[in-house]
């Protein structure tokens, strides 16, 4: 047993207690040091903190529903297109991926920023599409967010993809089903297992996203990861329970997620079809 | 015209040329097997059929009406495809019943066809089960099934056999035989087993690269192969080249090969008294092995080596080293060129 | 069928251009001298990347750094997941799934929580772990436990090492001398794969490294921050590309390392 002592020290003192901590100061008063829920109550009744629940809620939402459809139909032509395809375009999703947290910031805002360069060819072009799209509001990164989902979402619902097997389209065309009939039919309840569990992963990724945002809007703000890492340095620094609670909400969000995605894929499952 | 009708069809798969100039006709009500090893071309003829792939050149008829162009939607071909082709979201009866659906059939007729269809193959119980919850037997009883229940001008059949075990599959091929008889559905059987293709089929058609080799029955093809490829295809003909034939022997055969059967020869201790027709060799038993109820002796004759089956007889036990005389009648020497 | 595939390439084709145009961008930039109009000013220019190469000591101490800070992290989890993978493989197969379930816990709790956890618990007590530099340092180790765990499970089981100790042994092999000699030589492509994922992890981190470290350690993430606070210029460009040139080549290495395991676990059955 000696020799797996390192491992469960590491992760006991770098993630088991200072998780059990954070959740008990959660409920710990700031000053008295008494038990309490009012961290919790002020994390959801201060309107700063509404608005920055929401704020992270709805971007991840939006971002994930995009970045899925599109990630669902890129996978489809990739598994649909053959070997070859897989052969260059992998690479491209793996590139992609390791472009996220400041080089994707700075792209976007070289890009469609205030003077970015394509939003200034749609200008001399006379298109008005962009003219009241601001990069650096809570809405207006969504299109970032989507960009980084899209690659991880391609490269989890792939295997999905090469699960669907060919035997089973040649069975339904034979037997009288479109192409289209097909995907809803057979193809899409059986990738469903997959798509939930890619899903929970592209929205915890996505609402933890850090890197981006701070970088676009700095450290005030209203972004969980952002606020909760204020808690703790940082120029607002605020009270390290309200923090505490912060972080646990977040985690609670995540879970509840995954617990979703995988109650569905349980549900899907017990009904014939392999995870 | 017959029933099935394949004129002049070539297929290229880039510059691979898999189908050449292949010109059958198949009647109503038969069971044909396409007979051959992997990479032959046989499957690629079968989905040429089903509308699966386009045939590069040449023309396709079913029932008396050119289908080479037709959608494979609406040609009436089923497929039974060699594994995991069930719906696995769908249950049994689900997966049974989804053609019927696509042809927008109501729901009482549904009901009635698939019960039926799901007793004929002996799966009644299984209806509400999942594919996973079956063997691999099962699954391709309700693939049968499946294909069967749309009432297709022609079932095809695309080594459906191969992934099941030995036992099973025995079963399966007198199953599937006897249902397609009572049914009478023409039915196409793609298989790398020659076995199989003798026991289940009326006509077999044996392919070698893109072109077919022989056709006939199996009794025909088991008696007559018209080739050395043939002969060492179908049965386990020995294939004897004629020289080392004619040195052993002292006779003079003219053409390229000799093809023996193995269960036609005898072996004896003592030489056989001459006869009129009979040809005697000297030989050398180096190993033999049960098989079932016969013994398979492997001679060697110097030049060549010699299967000969004999059936299991206390009084031909015979040990390797022993010096034994094979005898074969003329008639039964086949000569291939 | 050539019909249906035009809808897909349409596809491929348009995520290719979404994928690939900012990364495209950022490096025309690079060359130019700033991107006001429809087009690059004095496109090319090699001006930027010159400065990088001969006259930017702070990006490349930066990089120095970084670098350092991904060995330590890389060498705690290897070496306390090598100890604790292989003793359960061998006696306590049971325990794998607890294994697993730790080492996938950073995936849930992610780079901020984890972080703003270790600090309140452990910042400004006086203990080791106190020390921002041990602090990060474990941090990173943890962090890193999905990818570690990944490739070395793998690995583990593929090289069949139960048995080839038993093997060992009945040949007369002490313990050691099959760990050090046998096993840890044929997990070497597991090692390098877990070890240059986790590189890549730690190399991009700029969350961990702010919360934790704060302005006391630089990072070659920190140095883009504050190139990037001061302006979107082309020199910033040069430096984001080059930082993606580095993450490129260590995941392209990892790429071919993890296709080479996975031939030789498939040609293995």
Same mark, same amino acid.
């Given at each position: 047993?000696?020799?797996?002592?390192?491992?469960?020290?590491?992760?006991?003192?770098?993630?088991?207690?200072?998780?059990?901590?954070?959740?008990?100061?959660?409920?710990?008063d700031?000053k008295?040091?008494?038990?309490?829920?009012?961290?919790?109550?002020?994390?959801?009744?201060?309107?700063?903190?509404?608005?920055?629940?929401?704020?992270?809620?709805?971007?991840?939402?939006?971002?994930?529903?995009? &970045?899925?459809?599109?990630?669902?139909?890129? &996978?489809?032509?990739?598994?649909?297109t053959?070997?070859?395809?897989?052969?260059?375009?992998?690479?491209?999703?793996?590139?992609?991926?390791?472009?996220?947290?400041?080089?994707?910031?700075?792209?976007?805002?070289?890009?469609?920023?205030?003077q970015?360069?394509?939003?200034?060819?749609?200008?001399?072009?006379?298109?008005?599409?962009?003219?009241?799209?601001?990069?650096?509001t809570?809405?207006?990164?969504?299109?970032?967010?989507?960009?980084?989902?899209?690659?991880?979402?391609?490269?989890?619902?792939l295997?999905?993809?090469?699960?669907?097997?060919?035997?089973?389209?040649? &069975?339904?065309?034979?037997?009288?089903?479109?192409?289209?009939?097909?995907?809803?039919?057979?193809?899409?309840?059986?990738?469903?297992?997959?798509?939930?569990?890619?899903?929970?992963?592209?929205?915890?990724?996505?609402?933890?996203?850090?890197?981006?945002?701070?970088i676009?809007?700095?450290?005030?703000?209203?972004?969980?990861?952002?606020?909760? &890492?204020?808690?703790?340095?940082?120029?607002?620094?605020?009270?390290?329970?309200?923090?505490?609670a912060?972080?646990?909400?977040?985690?609670?969000?995540?879970?509840?997620?995954?617990?979703?995605?995988?109650?569905?894929?349980?549900?899907?499952?017990?009904?014939?079809?392999?995870? | 015209?017959s029933?099935?009708?394949?004129?002049k069809?070539?297929?290229?798969?880039?510059?691979?040329?898999?189908?050449?100039?292949?010109?059958?006709? #198949?009647?109503?009500g038969?069971?044909?097997?396409?007979l051959?090893?992997?990479?032959?071309?046989?499957?690629?003829?079968?989905?040429?059929?089903?509308?699966?792939?386009?045939?590069?050149?040449?023309?396709?008829y079913?029932d008396?009406?050119?289908?080479?162009?037709?959608?494979?939607?609406?040609?009436?071909?089923?497929?039974?495809?060699?594994?995991?082709?069930?719906?696995?979201?769908?249950?049994?009866?689900?997966?049974?019943?989804?053609?019927?659906?696509?042809?927008k059939?109501?729901? !009482?007729?549904?009901?009635?066809?698939?019960?039926?269809?799901l007793?004929?193959?002996?799966?009644?119980?299984?209806?509400?089960?999942?594919?996973?919850?079956?063997?691999?037997?099962?699954?391709?009883?309700?693939?049968?099934?499946?294909?069967l229940?749309?009432?297709?001008?022609?079932?095809?059949l695309?080594?459906?056999?191969?992934?099941?075990?030995a036992?099973?599959?025995?079963?399966?091929?007198?199953? #599937?035989?006897?249902?397609?008889?009572?049914?009478?559905?023409?039915?196409?059987?793609?298989?790398?087993?020659?076995?199989?293709?003798?026991?289940?089929?009326?006509?077999?058609?044996?392919f070698?690269?893109?072109s077919?080799?022989?056709s006939?029955?199996?009794?025909?093809?088991?008696?007559?192969?018209?080739?050395?490829?043939?002969?060492?295809?179908?049965?386990?003909?020995?294939?004897?080249?004629?020289?080392?034939?004619?040195?052993?022997?002292?006779?003079?055969?003219?053409?390229?090969?000799?093809?023996?059967?193995?269960?036609?020869?005898?072996i004896?201790?003592?030489?056989?008294?001459?006869?009129?027709?009979?040809?005697?060799?000297?030989g050398?038993?180096e190993?033999?092995?049960?098989?079932?109820?016969?013994i398979?002796?492997?001679?060697?004759?110097?030049?060549?080596?010699?299967?000969?089956?004999?059936?299991?007889?206390?009084? !031909?036990?015979?040990?390797?080293?022993?010096?034994?005389?094979?005898?074969?009648?003329?008639?039964?020497?086949?000569?291939?060129? | 069928?050539?019909?249906?595939?035009a809808?897909?390439?349409?596809?491929?084709?348009?995520?290719?251009?979404?994928?690939?145009?900012?990364?495209?961008?950022?490096?025309?930039?690079?060359?130019?001298?700033g991107?006001?109009?429809?087009?690059? @000013?004095?496109?090319?220019?090699?001006?930027?990347?010159?400065?990088?190469?001969?006259?930017?000591?702070?990006?490349?101490?930066?990089?120095? *750094?970084?670098?350092?800070?991904?060995?330590?992290?890389?060498?705690?989890?290897?070496?306390?997941?090598?100890?604790?993978?292989?003793?359960?493989?061998?006696?306590?197969?049971?325990?794998?799934?607890?294994?697993?379930?730790?080492?996938?816990?950073?995936?849930?709790? *992610?780079?901020?929580?984890?972080?703003?956890?270790?600090?309140?618990?452990?910042?400004?007590?006086?203990t080791?772990?106190?020390?921002?530099?041990?602090?990060?340092?474990?941090?990173?180790?943890?962090?890193?436990?999905?990818?570690?765990?990944?490739?070395?499970?793998?690995?583990?089981?593929a090289?069949?090492?139960?048995?080839?100790?038993?093997?060992?042994?009945?040949?007369?092999?002490?313990?050691?001398?099959?760990?050090? *000699?046998?096993i840890?030589?044929?997990?070497?492509?597991?090692?390098?794969?877990?070890?240059?994922?986790?590189?890549?992890?730690?190399?991009?981190?700029?969350?961990?490294i702010?919360?934790?470290?704060?302005? *006391?350690?630089?990072?070659?993430?920190?140095?883009?921050?504050?190139?990037?606070?001061?302006?979107?210029?082309?020199?910033?460009?040069?430096?984001?590309?080059?930082?993606?040139?580095?993450?490129?080549?260590?995941?392209?290495? @990892?790429?071919?390392?993890?296709?080479?395991?996975?031939?030789?676990?498939?040609?293995?059955?």
């Open positions: 047993m000696a020799p797996t002592i390192p491992f469960f020290v590491l992760s006991t003192c770098f993630l088991a207690l200072p998780f059990f901590s954070m959740v008990s100061r959660s409920f710990t700031e008295t040091g008494a038990f309490t829920f009012d961290n919790y109550i002020l994390c959801f009744t201060k309107n700063s903190y509404i608005i920055t629940l929401t704020n992270s809620l709805r971007i991840s939402f939006y971002a994930v529903i995009i &970045a899925m459809i599109i990630a669902f139909f890129v &996978a489809m032509a990739v598994h649909s053959g070997i070859t395809t897989r052969k260059w375009f992998m690479p491209i999703m793996n590139m992609s991926q390791n472009f996220a947290g400041f080089p994707i910031a700075f792209a976007f805002v070289l890009m469609i920023g205030k970015g360069f394509i939003r200034l060819a749609l200008e001399y072009a006379g298109v008005t599409a962009l003219k009241d799209f601001n990069l650096l809570y809405n207006g990164v969504i299109p970032i967010y989507v960009w980084f989902g899209i690659p991880l979402g391609g490269l989890l619902l295997p999905g993809f090469e699960a669907v097997r060919n035997e089973w389209k040649e &069975a339904s065309v034979l037997l009288g089903c479109s192409s289209v009939g097909f995907w809803f039919r057979i193809g899409i309840p059986n990738l469903l297992p997959t798509i939930l569990g890619t899903l929970s992963i592209v929205f915890a990724d996505s609402i933890t996203t850090y890197t981006t945002a701070y676009l809007f700095g450290g005030t703000a209203l972004l969980l990861p952002i606020r909760i &890492a204020n808690m703790f340095s940082g120029d607002l620094k605020a009270s390290e329970e309200v923090g505490c912060l972080s646990v909400i977040l985690i609670l969000i995540i879970l509840i997620v995954m617990i979703l995605c995988n109650l569905g894929k349980r549900i899907i499952t017990k009904r014939g079809v392999s995870a | 015209m029933y099935i009708h394949f004129e069809v070539n297929k290229f798969f880039g510059t691979n040329h898999v189908l050449k100039d292949i010109t059958i006709d #198949i009647e109503q038969q069971l044909v097997s396409f051959g090893p992997s990479g032959c071309g046989k499957s690629t003829l079968l989905r040429c059929l089903s509308g699966l792939e386009r045939v590069t050149s040449g023309e396709i079913l008396g009406k050119n289908v080479t162009d037709v959608d494979p939607r609406r040609r009436g071909c089923s497929m039974v495809f060699q594994q995991y082709s069930l719906f696995p979201n769908l249950t049994v009866f689900q997966n049974v019943a989804f053609g019927l659906k696509m042809q059939k109501g729901k !009482k007729e549904i009901e009635t066809l698939v019960t039926e269809m007793e004929t193959v002996g799966l009644s119980e299984k209806r509400n089960q999942y594919p996973r919850a079956l063997s691999g037997g099962q699954q391709q009883r309700v693939a049968l099934a499946r294909a229940v749309i009432r297709p001008k022609v079932l095809l695309d080594e459906p056999l191969s992934a099941i075990d036992l099973l599959r025995k079963n399966l091929q007198i199953e #599937i035989r006897k249902i397609q008889k009572d049914l009478g559905i023409t039915t196409l059987f793609v298989t790398h087993d020659q076995d199989e293709a003798m026991v289940m089929s009326d006509n077999i058609f044996l070698n690269t893109g077919i080799e022989q006939g029955t199996p009794l025909e093809m088991y008696t007559m192969p018209a080739s050395r490829y043939a002969a060492s295809f179908i049965g386990h003909y020995n294939i004897i080249e004629t020289e080392k034939f004619n040195a052993r022997t002292g006779r003079s055969y003219s053409c390229k090969t000799i093809a023996i059967r193995p269960e036609i020869m005898n004896t201790a003592k030489r056989p008294e001459e006869e009129n027709g009979l040809i005697v060799m000297k050398v038993i190993n033999s092995i049960p098989h079932g109820n016969i398979r002796f492997t001679l060697n004759m110097d030049a060549f080596h010699l299967d000969v089956d004999i059936l299991f007889d206390a009084t !031909k036990v015979f040990v390797d080293g022993d010096t034994v005389y094979v005898s074969v009648r003329e008639e039964d020497v086949l000569r291939i060129d | 069928m050539k019909k249906r595939n809808g897909h390439y349409i596809v491929l084709v348009l995520a290719t251009i979404i994928l690939v145009a900012p990364l495209l961008f950022v490096l025309i930039y690079s060359f130019s001298n991107w006001m109009n429809l087009l690059p @000013s004095e496109f090319p220019t090699t001006q930027y990347w010159h400065e990088l190469f001969f006259d930017s000591e702070l990006f490349w101490q930066d990089v120095g *750094r970084s670098i350092v800070l991904c060995i330590v992290p890389i060498c705690i989890s290897l070496l306390s997941m090598i100890l604790a993978l292989y003793t359960i493989v061998m006696h306590y197969p049971k325990l794998d799934g607890v294994v697993q379930t730790i080492s996938m816990l950073p995936y849930t709790l *992610r780079g901020v929580v984890l972080a703003i956890s270790v600090l309140s618990l452990y910042a400004g007590k006086g080791i772990f106190s020390d921002r530099i041990v602090m990060l340092f474990c941090v990173y180790s943890v962090i890193i436990l999905p990818f570690v765990y990944r490739g070395l499970r793998n690995n583990l089981y090289i069949n090492s139960k048995q080839i100790v038993e093997a060992a042994t009945l040949l007369g092999a002490r313990g050691l001398y099959t760990f050090f *000699r046998i840890v030589p044929s997990l070497l492509t597991g090692i390098a794969v877990s070890a240059l994922l986790s590189f890549g992890a730690i190399f991009t981190d700029y969350s961990i702010k919360l934790v470290g704060g302005n *006391r350690y630089e990072t070659v993430q920190s140095f883009l921050y504050y190139n990037q606070k001061s302006g979107y210029g082309p020199k910033t460009a040069s430096y984001i590309i080059m930082v993606f040139i580095i993450i490129l080549i260590i995941a392209t290495l @990892s790429y071919r390392l993890q296709n080479r395991t996975t031939k030789t676990t498939a040609d293995g059955k």
